[in-house]
């Protein structure tokens, strides 16, 4: 009996060892668990702050787009002039034939070809990463004339190029309306 006691002790002490080691197992498994959940999150975080500060890299969004197409409309009448904006959606036909965004592809800038090109976030692969484009078509003869406004960012600063070529190769060169290139201006630095 008392051999059958000390055998019944042992197999008691061995499960409570064994009890005691799952608990100490799962235990180191809960916190290896939690250590990679904080980790995890760690790392989401800081993939949304590393999104949010490429997102807050942007030189334009839509708030300045809209703050952009409400200064047109109310510049436009102080010219004796109405704009058309290109959506970014659907092309801009201008007077002279040329549509747009496409057209900044065959567009100079002052003489010079492959410069300028749509980057709607304002950082592109061109030396005048254009954000907006607003077009006036005349009706004064000689016809067709245009005015058209390219805004854009040149070297990460705020331009507006002017283009009023009627015939020819389209040719733009920085705008001499100090008006409009300081609204832009203000608008991009906001």
Not at 158 to 174: A, M, T
Request: net charge negative.
């Amino acid at each position: 009996m008392k051999k059958l006691i000390g055998v019944l002790a042992i197999a008691g002490l061995s499960v409570a060892l064994v009890g005691c080691g799952n608990q100490n197992t799962q235990s180191s498994s809960n916190t290896a668990k939690t250590n990679s959940e904080a980790s995890s999150n760690q790392n989401t975080a800081n993939n949304t702050s590393s999104s949010e500060s490429h997102h807050d890299s942007s030189l334009w969004n839509n708030q300045k787009n809209e703050q952009l197409a409400s200064f047109m409309q109310k510049w436009g009448p102080t010219m004796h002039q109405s704009y058309e904006q290109y959506d970014g959606q659907n092309e801009l036909k201008v007077s002279t034939g040329i549509t747009y965004p496409d057209g900044l592809s065959k567009e100079l800038v002052e003489g010079q070809s492959g410069l300028i090109g749509w980057a709607p976030s304002g950082k592109g692969d061109y030396e005048y990463n254009v954000v907006a484009i607003y077009n006036h078509d005349g009706t004064e003869p000689p016809l067709p004339n245009r005015i058209t406004y390219f805004f854009a960012f040149h070297n990460g600063k705020p331009v507006v190029l002017v283009d009023q070529s009627n015939n020819g190769d389209p040719d733009c060169h920085p705008t001499t309306n100090t008006d409009l290139e300081s609204n832009f201006e203000r608008i991009a630095n906001q």
